[in-house]
């Protein structure tokens, strides 16, 4: 795969992931673009047929979200920012949704976003955030009983899904 | 649980609206002419590094308050040209308790000449941090690309009053990865800062088990680590030493970054005390404890 053709598929969904694993869109524009750079870079490496980019840059970026100095480095690069953001849309819908997911810890909200949203499996959750299987699921119950309990929904049942 | 999913997909493709990031290989027709001229093409793996990765602050607050402001010289021909990326500095402002207020700093790196290579200036509202009212934590610092020389950098604090401004001058050469700490509390004009060299900021600590680590990106250097069972962490960025817990996970390995890089890996343990001997109380052992110069002080 080129990665012109990567860039077009990933991006838009990494700039939604690191959103919602971040709350914050400066930071997951930097996030994703840093981790798109990153690729880029070493794309003769992670962009041969062996490998799975697409995993690799989920990981880097989910990396760049976590680590609070490295989301925070690049709000401040010395070159003019590569993205840019449309100031008008920064109202954003649901509230309620937002708070809950603030609320949860990093760990859950990764795991409730990568399970929920982007539609991974257990063992896929486990290796973009680099813990167990078993650590995903125990992430996820949490959650679910804090976001049932966020949201007002006691009746919240989420699956969890199997590998 | 469709119900979640719609939801998180409505409020994700709504944040994304207006979001739009720049392919990395397209983002170089944009670079400072300075970082950018034909001449660097036989150090364009350098170049790469540095303008994708390299030029890089940190700063320490992400309540949304900050007000960035960022130019690199070069661009619009006013910059020195025919500089290279020669070295690496990264210029941090500490990790300090101060009172809460709006915090302004001003960053500017000239070359022999007195021609400013890149600024950079930002303001922050501080908020008390959590456990200590009145104060926040403050963190911060950057990474930039020189051309080797003679150099200086201009620091200028306003917080809550007169400002505060100093010129460091430091040496680079070609190859060098130099750490300079801010220390703008005190009155100095001039050395205001602590000039360090990476090396000597990780000196001595990597052990035997990290020893492979270096070098690797801290991505590479988590799967490295998963791969051998261990877990990582950081505890230093760019000449900056992170605050961390101090239990001891022998299966914990501690990493320290430099432009992305790790210059430093140690498992917990490794190079603590001695054998036979119990770490103090009131000691770090085998941990990062953080070196806190002041910023706004007296």
């Keep these: 795969m080129e990665f012109a053709e990567f860039f077009e598929q990933t991006a838009p969904r990494l700039v939604r992931l690191c959103f919602l694993t971040t709350l914050d869109r400066e930071a997951a524009a930097d996030a994703a673009q840093e981790a798109l750079s990153r690729a880029w870079r070493d794309w003769p490496r992670i962009g041969s047929d062996s490998s799975d980019p697409t995993a690799w840059t989920t990981t880097v970026a989910l990396n760049l979200c976590r680590n609070r100095w490295r989301r925070l480095a690049s709000q401040a690069r010395l070159v003019p920012r590569a993205y840019s953001i449309d100031r008008r849309s920064d109202e954003l819908p649901d509230i309620d949704l937002q708070r809950a997911l603030r609320r949860l810890p990093t760990r859950q909200r990764e795991a409730v976003v990568l399970h929920y949203w982007a539609d991974l499996g257990v063992d896929a959750c486990a290796s973009a955030m680099g813990v167990t299987p078993g650590a995903v699921k125990q992430h996820l119950s949490r959650a679910r009983q804090r976001l049932a309990a966020e949201l007002g929904e006691p009746d919240l049942e989420l699956e969890v899904e199997s590998p | ?298």
């Design chain 2, 1 to 298: 649980m469709n119900d979640l999913r719609e939801r998180l997909a409505r409020l994700a493709n709504a944040a994304a609206e207006g979001v739009e990031v720049t392919r990395p290989d397209q983002q170089q027709q944009g670079r400072p002419r300075w970082r950018s001229r034909p001449a660097l093409v036989a150090a364009a793996v350098l170049v790469v590094v540095a303008a994708v990765t390299g030029l890089v602050a940190f700063v320490g607050r992400d309540d949304g308050d900050d007000d960035v402001a960022v130019r690199a010289n070069g661009d619009d021909g006013g910059g020195p040209a025919g500089q290279a990326t020669d070295a690496v500095v990264a210029v941090t402002y500490g990790d300090a308790s101060v009172s809460s207020g709006t915090i302004d700093l001003e960053l500017r790196f000239l070359d022999a000449d007195g021609s400013v290579i890149a600024e950079r200036s930002w303001s922050e509202v501080e908020q008390p941090a959590a456990g200590a009212p009145g104060e926040a934590v403050v963190m911060g610092g950057l990474v930039q690309g020189v051309p080797a020389g003679e150099l200086s950098l201009e620091a200028t604090l306003r917080q809550d009053g007169e400002p505060v401004s100093c010129t460091q001058p430091f040496s680079a050469a070609a190859g060098d990865r130099l750490i300079l700490r801010l220390q703008l509390g005190s009155a100095a004009e001039t050395d205001c800062a602590q000039v360090q060299s990476v090396e000597d900021w990780a000196a001595n600590r990597t052990g035997p088990t990290g020893v492979d680590y270096i070098g690797l990106t801290e991505a590479e250097a988590d799967a490295r680590a998963e791969a051998a069972g261990l877990t990582t962490r950081v505890v230093g960025v760019d000449g900056m030493d992170l605050v961390v817990t101090m239990d001891l996970r022998p299966d914990r390995l501690n990493l320290m970054l430099f432009d992305g890089v790790v210059v430093a890996a140690q498992l917990d343990g490794e190079g603590a005390a001695p054998s036979g001997l119990e770490c103090p109380s009131n000691a770090s052992c085998g941990s990062r404890t953080v070196v806190t110069p002041v910023l706004g002080g007296g």
